[in-house]
């Protein structure tokens, strides 16, 4: 029997204004915490509420129109007129919304990386506040309604190999790879957050976002099949045929509608309020939808994981450790003075 007729995904509750069901996260270990825990476990994300502050989502808006303004080489944010596809191709990956080819790494960007609540909110989930961050990038979704060929791709797909997970009998690869990363590439930082091991292992791996704005059902975004995560194993066995056409090692896979229209029939927005975070386990399908309404749409992406993962060899913190650094230097920013001490622990510069 197929897992399309099996897989039955699950209603996510939401609030009186339409948002996704969120928690208040007080501290890592409040009662909350349990609950917030118990929702991610059952439907493979959770909203945790007020993460950033208000003007935190001003400043890191402003922060991503610097990035933007950079990149294209004049000032845009004011014209919606000069948003249009030519410029745009210089912003990163235009077709999915990503700003930033490689890791971005300006002070905003950084002190975002330490911000108390999303440690907590992180620490919640993966049930251990030893844990780093990872390096990553921007989303801004341009509004579409009066300008549909600035559209991103609808999609769904996954930030690692599913056959592949389900195949290895241990973590021998993904220590294998992780082991081997020097970080003198933008790629490493991107190929770190894609190496969930396997299935017999089944270590947790906890993706996430933060949105810097309101994010309606029609400004498009971050949506995903909920309950997912329970059922990967299964689906990925049943739908060995697409490894042929997706490939057995790669690790994004990016499906099509015409292989999965159950899924994508099954995908839910996920709704939240400014200042949110959406933490996702990475066995869940998810993807983004294109914005359809006159509205930009603001994200910072994230990932942390336990800094004591058997694949953090001595030799690679050393070599992630030097990496950072030099990244640090290079804006200007000095570890010091501008990292608080949690900051300092989340990059892996102290323990």
């Known amino acids: 029997m197929s897992t399309s007729s099996q897989f039955q995904p699950l209603v996510i509750p939401r609030d ?42 001003n400043d890191t808006i402003s922060d991503i129109w610097n990035v933007i303004e950079s990149f294209v080489g004049k000032p845009v944010q004011n014209n919606e007129q000069l948003w249009n596809q030519k410029l745009w191709t210089r912003t990163g990956i235009i077709e999915e919304g990503i ?118 059902e029609e400004d498009g975004g971050f949506w995903l099949v909920p309950g997912f995560h329970k059922y990967l194993t299964q689906w990925a066995d049943d739908h060995r045929h697409l490894s042929k056409l997706y490939g057995h090692f790669d690790q994004f896979i990016m499906i099509d509608r015409e292989y999965i229209p159950e899924l994508y029939d099954a995908a839910c927005h996920i709704s939240s309020r400014a200042g949110s975070a959406i933490l996702w386990d990475q066995r869940t399908m998810h993807g983004s939808r294109a914005n359809r309404s006159v509205r930009p749409r603001y994200a910072q992406f994230f990932k942390m994981f336990p800094a004591d993962h058997p694949a953090m060899t001595p030799e690679r913190a050393e070599k992630r450790r030097k990496a950072i650094i030099t990244k640090l230097q290079a804006g200007n920013i000095d570890p010091a003075t501008d990292l608080t001490p949690l900051g300092r622990k989340l990059f892996g510069l102290s323990t």
Request: glycine fraction near 6%.
């Open 16 to 57: 009186s204004d339409g948002f996704v069901k969120s928690f208040t996260l007080s501290n890592y270990n409040c009662p909350t915490a349990s609950t917030a825990r118990a929702f991610f476990q059952e439907y493979g994300f959770v909203v945790i509420a007020n993460v950033y502050t208000p003007e935190q989502c």
């Open 99 to 216: 700003i930033g080819g490689g890791s971005l790494w300006t002070r905003q960007i950084l002190l975002n990386r330490q911000t108390p609540a999303l440690h907590t909110a992180f620490a919640s989930v993966l049930g251990t506040e030893n844990i780093l961050v990872n390096q990553d990038r921007y989303g801004m979704f341009r509004p579409t309604k009066e300008h549909p060929e600035r559209s991103t791709m609808t999609n769904l797909h996954l930030d690692m190999n599913p056959w592949l997970y389900i195949d290895q009998e241990d973590n021998s690869e993904q220590l294998k790879v992780l082991g081997e990363l020097n970080y003198d590439s933008d790629d490493d930082w991107i190929t770190e957050n894609n190496e969930p091991g396997c299935s017999k292992v089944g270590e947790l791996h906890v993706q996430g976002l933060v949105n810097l704005a309101d994010n309606l």
